[in-house]
């Protein structure tokens, strides 16, 4: 598990920084594994992208005033969940956006999540489609509204640096160095001058 004070500092410095890590996922007796491949940093007291922009604190925004490494989960289009780490410190509202993922731990069950069936069933538009986007990471990954909160430090949801760490397999395709791209974050129009910020970083 990487240690909290990986998310305590600069959001869009974590944001990059969390792209190659792994997610893992526990409930029951399951474990899924997913390396992190795109993310988009969110920072309230001057990205009017942000949910918490201008410091506004609601009951949907005060998860992002916890400690870092709290998972911020909220719905998008009352349906699909997004998942967020809070960064910076306690008090200052600003996440990161898990945007995309690629499985590489108990793949099977990722895929019944997201397409009731294993992997090697899915069709070519599901492959390229299987976690690239925030509400595909969510349904894959079993994650909803109840993780919203989830501290720092929990088993059922957390990021490490290798797939060792959380006692899996290692991936050998993730030898080597990143090539990693910077670019405008997705789906943020209304944000005015917000929408030209450089704060997604994707594989």
């Not at 609601?58 to 780490?85: D, Q, S």
Request: glycine content about 10%; hydrophobic content about 35%; proline content about 6%.
């Amino acid at each position: 598990m990487l240690p909290q004070a990986f998310f305590s500092g600069d959001t869009v410095e974590t944001a990059r920084a969390l792209v190659g890590k792994y997610l893992v996922r526990r409930y029951g007796r399951i474990t899924l594994a997913a390396r992190i491949t795109e993310t988009e940093a969110y920072v309230g007291r001057m990205d009017k992208a942000c949910h918490a922009y201008g410091y506004r604190k609601t009951e949907r925004t005060k998860t992002l005033y916890a400690p870092p490494g709290t998972a911020y989960v909220y719905l998008i289009y009352g349906m699909h969940c997004c998942l967020n780490f809070v960064t910076e410190g306690e008090g200052e509202p600003a996440a990161v956006l898990v945007r995309g993922l690629a499985p590489r731990y108990n793949q099977d069950i990722i895929a019944e999540n997201r397409f009731h069936c294993k992997c090697g069933e899915m069709t070519a538009y599901q492959k390229k489609n299987f976690l690239n986007g925030p509400g595909k990471v969510c349904a894959g990954m079993n994650i909803d509204r109840a993780l919203n909160g989830l501290p720092y430090g929990s088993q059922e949801l957390f990021v490490c640096g290798r797939l060792e760490e959380a006692g899996l397999p290692p991936c050998p395709d993730d030898d080597g160095p990143l090539d990693l791209k910077v670019g405008k974050r997705i789906g943020i129009d209304y944000a005015e001058e917000a929408v030209d910020f450089p704060w997604r970083f994707y594989l």
